[in-house]
Structure formats: C-alpha cells, structure tokens
C-alpha cells in the first residue's frame, strides 16, 4: 500500500520560512517524479513544484519561482519543500504526490498524478 506523509506545515508570519517534508513508502520512490500541490479556500488545486526521479530537473510554478525549492533524498524515500519570502497569497493546504510514470518531463497537472499525502495546512499571516 502507497502511502504519503506530509509534514512542516504551521503558521508563519509574511517574510518567513517553512520546510515542508514528504515521507513516500511502500513504492520504489526512485523511479517516480515527485509534484507538491496547493489549494486554497475557494480555489482549484494548483502545481506548485516538481522533481524528476532522477535528481537534476525541477519545475515551479511562476507564482513561487525563486522563493520555493523543491529537493528529493531518494535513499530516505523523502521529497521536501523548502518555502523562504513566504506571502499571504501563499496561505493553503500543501499536498505531495507521485506520478504515474517515470516521464522525462514533469508534469503540472493534478491528473497526471496517483498516489496523494492527506495534506498540511500553511497559513501565511501577521
């Protein structure tokens, strides 16, 4: 059975940071990409990052592109979000998921992806 944990979420005030985790089990985490999602109250689920299987390729969103980064330690089966210049507008639940397939691209749609964390909560706020 896949499973997806995340972790880090909280509340932090505008300018600060968060490191969110992602623990994978029970799929040889190696071969997939890895995405980070979020949605806020009243809106879609939206990409935020993306990690090819293989380290070296990384995809962001234009809305967190040089405030977000997105790393992988496949030996202990973890996908991390780091979150620094952290706004308001940043205020969501954050998901990871893996990907169907070991694509060459990384993929930005939400369909593309199989397996889901339950989520953690961020809240950007003063």
């Known amino acids: 059975q896949v499973q997806l944990v995340e972790s880090g979420g909280g509340l932090v005030q505008p300018g600060g940071s968060l490191r969110l985790s992602c623990a994978v089990s029970?799929?040889?985490?190696?071969?997939?990409?890895m995405g980070w999602f979020r949605q806020a109250p009243g809106k879609e689920r939206e990409f935020v990052a993306g990690?090819?299987?293989?380290?070296?390729?990384?995809r962001y969103a234009d809305s967190v592109k040089g405030r977000f980064t997105i790393s992988r330690d496949n030996a202990k089966n973890t996908v991390y979000l780091q979150m620094d210049s952290l706004k308001p507008e940043d205020t969501a639940v954050y998901y990871c998921?893996?990907?169907?397939?070991?694509?060459?691209?990384?993929?930005?749609?939400?369909?593309?992806?199989?397996?889901w964390g339950q989520g953690t909560q961020v809240t950007v706020s003063s």
């Open positions: 998921a893996t990907d169907r397939t070991a694509r060459l691209g990384i993929a930005t749609q939400d369909g593309a992806y199989d397996y």
């Open positions: 029970g799929r040889t985490f190696s071969n997939y990409n």
């Open positions: 990690i090819r299987w293989s380290v070296g390729l990384t």
